[in-house]
């Protein structure tokens, strides 16, 4: 028997959606603590994440919103001190990783002011990773990751495809010289 039909055997039944819990502090406490285990995340990362669970709550069971608010404060505090939730931690692993990968200053600075991070906080990491790996490096890092210029499969399409290669390089976040530089030179 076709269990997607109703009782009498009629048209198809909808499918139920999924009533959200009411929000309580050890709910949200356990919610958060479930999504810092699957990711790493900034104070407003987890702020935003616990918000929509606040409001899809409230729309369905009702209920205060300033005083959820003042939960989801005191829980990211209390996550602060506790060191689950550390934005410069979180700025230094991801401004390392995304310069290992060959993005630009520019791009890891715009990535980690999307997250949250601080200003103070993002010119630091981006200080950081560009004293490990130089923009040119990173530049160069990228033009190979993308086969761009001399990184080419078939370097007789190279000059065919010069000014594509330079719109990506500067998509990328790189300067123009430096793109020029990189697309121009040799595959060293």
């Known amino acids: 028997m076709d269990e997607s039909r109703d009782e009498a055997g009629g048209k198809p039944r909808e499918p139920r959606k999924k009533q959200p819990r009411k929000v309580s502090p050890r709910y949200l406490e356990n919610a958060a603590l479930h999504y810092l285990k699957r990711y790493s995340a900034t104070v407003s ?30 829980l990211v505090d209390k996550l602060v001190r506790n060191g689950l939730i550390n934005d410069q931690a979180y700025a230094e692993t991801k401004a390392h ?32 990773a560009t004293a490990e790996v130089s923009e040119d490096a990173a530049a160069r890092i990228w033009a190979r990751k993308k086969r761009l210029g001399p990184f080419r499969r078939d370097p007789s399409t190279r000059q065919d495809n010069r000014q594509r290669d330079l719109a990506a390089m500067a998509r990328a976040g790189f300067p123009f010289a430096m793109a020029k530089k990189i697309i121009d030179g040799a595959a060293e």
């Open 45 to 74: 990362q987890l702020k935003k994440v616990l918000l929509r669970k606040v409001d899809r709550s409230l729309r369905v069971h009702g209920g205060e919103r300033t005083e959820a608010l003042g939960w989801v404060d005191a």
């Open 97 to 128: 990783s995304l310069r290992a990968s060959g993005r630009s200053a520019r791009v890891i600075a715009q990535k980690l002011k999307l997250k949250g991070v601080s200003t103070e906080v993002v010119a630091q990491k981006v200080a950081q």
